[in-house]
Every structure is written in structure tokens, then in C-alpha cells.
């Protein structure tokens, strides 16, 4: 599907997402930008300066980040679902009102989610599931609000990723850029589970 669907040059191959974005790295912790100078200061930290203006950026979190949307608060302990299905969201992209659409299926006390929404720990927490009990994740789609891995790195365990392979690499190349590590070291954090024609 994936091969089907990509965008493809004159002569029917698929355009790499390499040829979408002009790459300008930071070169001795400076790139400019049309009239914008972008300074690496230090670790997380940059300024951005145009003509006589310049802007102070700090990405380091110092903080816990809340959603935007009122969630319970509570914990709701529950028995043993055998089979159930839980709606984390149901709200289409991006909102300040609700959770970004998402799902969990329990099966013997164990969940896989689908898409992995942001604040994903809220939305769990709120309906009485452990993150611990999440054993793998299915991404429909490489979306942020679908696709917010980064509370899964802090499981005790590998979870497994059910996804196309070009899915799964653009979701580790994002964390990659998120907490400035390699992909190779992010990978180990999880297990692709490839879906293809041929393993659908």
C-alpha cells in the first residue's frame, strides 16, 4: 500500500523523503535561513536573530506538560477485562477540547494500542490502565496526533511496533531529533513488527 500510494518522479519510481526538505545543518552551531540566523548556544538552547531582533529558544522541558483538555484525574481500578476495546479519544487532529483520537484493545489483562495519541499517559491513567500493560502499539499513520511515541520509551519493556517499515523509521527519526539521540540507540527501545503485502 505504502509503495502504491507514495509519490512517484517521471519515470514511475517513489520519491524519497529525503527530496521534500532542504537540509541546512548547523555549521560551526550556526545556519541562516533567508533573513533568519539560527545560533546554537548551548545544549537544547538557540537564538534566532533577523535584522536588529533576536529571540531566545529553550527546548529543554523542565516541567510536566499537561494536556490542554480537563481529564479525570483519578486512577479507576477495574477486574480482568478478557476481551474489551477502550476509547482513549476521539477527537479528529489537534485539539484544546479533547484527546486526539486513539484506542486500546485489552486482551487477557494485556493492551496494544492503537495509534499512540499525545499525553498518552493521561488518557491510560484516567481509565484504569496501567502503561505497564501495554505490550505492543499499531500505527495506522506517521501523524503526530497518531503517532507520539515518546511515553513508550519509558516502559520496562521493549513494546512492539505494528506498522509499515517507512512508518516506523520516520517515528524513530522524530524521536531522534526530540531528545538528540541516535536512531540506532532509539531503536533498541522497541520491536518493529513489519507489515507488508506480503506479512499483512
Not at 477540547?97 to 495509534?115: K, M, Q, V, W
Not at 538528540?180 to 513488527?193: C, G, H, M, P
Amino acid at each position: 500500500m505504502s509503495n502504491h500510494l507514495a509519490l512517484k518522479d517521471p519515470h514511475g519510481a517513489n520519491r524519497e523523503v529525503e527530496r521534500f526538505f532542504n537540509v541546512l545543518p548547523l555549521t560551526e552551531g550556526r545556519a541562516t535561513v533567508g533573513d533568519f540566523t539560527i545560533t546554537h548556544d548551548s545544549y537544547d538552547r538557540y537564538t534566532v536573530t533577523t535584522g536588529a531582533q533576536s529571540v531566545k529558544i529553550d527546548l529543554n522541558e523542565d516541567f510536566h506538560i499537561l494536556p490542554p483538555y480537563q481529564m479525570q484525574s483519578d486512577f479507576i481500578p477495574r477486574d480482568l477485562v478478557k476481551l474489551g476495546l477502550e476509547i482513549l479519544g476521539s477527537a479528529s487532529g489537534f485539539t484544546a477540547n479533547e484527546p486526539c483520537t486513539g484506542l486500546a484493545r485489552c486482551y487477557n489483562g494485556s493492551y496494544i494500542l492503537i495509534d499512540s495519541i499525545p499525553y498518552l499517559d493521561k488518557p491510560l491513567f484516567a481509565r484504569g490502565i496501567s502503561k505497564n500493560s501495554v505490550s505492543s502499539v499499531l500505527l495506522t499513520h506517521r501523524h503526530d496526533d497518531h503517532c507520539a511515541m515518546l511515553p513508550l520509551i519509558l516502559m520496562p519493556h521493549k513494546v512492539e511496533v505494528i506498522t509499515t517499515r517507512e512508518i516506523f523509521e520516520m517515528a524513530i527519526e522524530k524521536l531522534s531529533c526530540q531528545l538528540s539521540w541516535k536512531a540506532d540507540v532509539i531503536r533498541e527501545y522497541f520491536q518493529l513488527v513489519a507489515v507488508s503485502r506480503a506479512n499483512p
